[in-house]
């Protein structure tokens, strides 16, 4: 099984409002991804979990707040979003974050509207 | 830094066309490259990969080949499907964890 499930597939929240966002794997990954993709762009790496800590945050503002309860699950806490926030929200995870290059395995996303 | 530059699309052929997706690639150190594949309204698909100079990655009659003298790892398939529209990412990976991708190319394939 190579399967990387988000929930929700759609999401639309107001600036005040707080929101999570699920991503779950089962291949046994100790490394997990989150990106935001905005349209007709390339991802954009926003954290990295390696065994279950923070490893790697490429400068994301704190009103994005990523939390990994066990090596299986990612969520992503939003809150206070802006309008400019509204993109496809990519989890992956991958074997190992060593220098050893696994892939990693994208899920479907979530599609986030901030009104 | 290092960086990926992909052909610009948006890119159209016919079905059973031949298809080169140029890739280029900017990197300090050695870097593993790969092929991802984003259908609409989807995440990304890993459609292949290669790890060092030379190798040969091949996927659902996808290919592309390690080149690290001309630091480039071009996309190609003899004869393209309908079902094979959609968007390209090329992307490298040289510290661990991260991937740097390209723009991306938008293919779209006629009956």
């Known amino acids: 099984d190579t399967e990387v499930t988000q929930t929700p597939k759609h999401l639309v929240m107001g600036m005040t409002n707080k929101k999570s966002l699920k991503c779950e794997q089962h291949?046994?990954?100790?490394?997990m991804y989150w990106y935001k993709q905005k349209a007709k762009k390339p991802p954009e790496l926003m954290f990295v979990y390696s065994y279950e800590k923070l490893s790697i945050n490429e400068s994301v503002p704190s009103r994005f707040s990523p939390e990994c309860p066990n090596s299986s699950l990612l969520n992503l806490h939003l809150h206070a979003l802006q309008p400019e926030d509204s993109a496809l929200y990519l989890c992956a995870s991958s074997a190992s974050s060593g220098v050893i290059s696994y892939e990693q395995y994208f899920g479907p996303g979530t599609r986030l509207t901030v009104t | 830094g290092d960086s990926v530059t992909q052909m610009e699309g948006p890119v159209t052929l016919s079905e059973e066309a031949f298809l080169t997706i140029n890739c280029t690639y900017t990197a300090t150190g050695y870097p593993s490259l790969f092929w991802y594949v984003q259908y609409p309204g989807e995440g990304l698909q890993l459609l292949l990969k290669a790890t060092k100079a030379d190798d040969k990655g091949s996927n659902k009659g996808f290919e592309a080949t390690y080149r690290k003298e001309t630091t480039s790892f071009h996309l190609e398939k003899g004869s393209v499907q309908v079902s094979d529209s959609a968007v390209y990412f090329c992307?490298?990976?040289?510290?661990?964890?991260?991937?740097?991708f390209g723009q991306g190319t938008r293919l779209t394939i006629n009956p």
């Open positions: 291949m046994g990954h100790r490394a």
């Open positions: 992307a490298l990976r040289v510290r661990a964890q991260k991937l740097v």
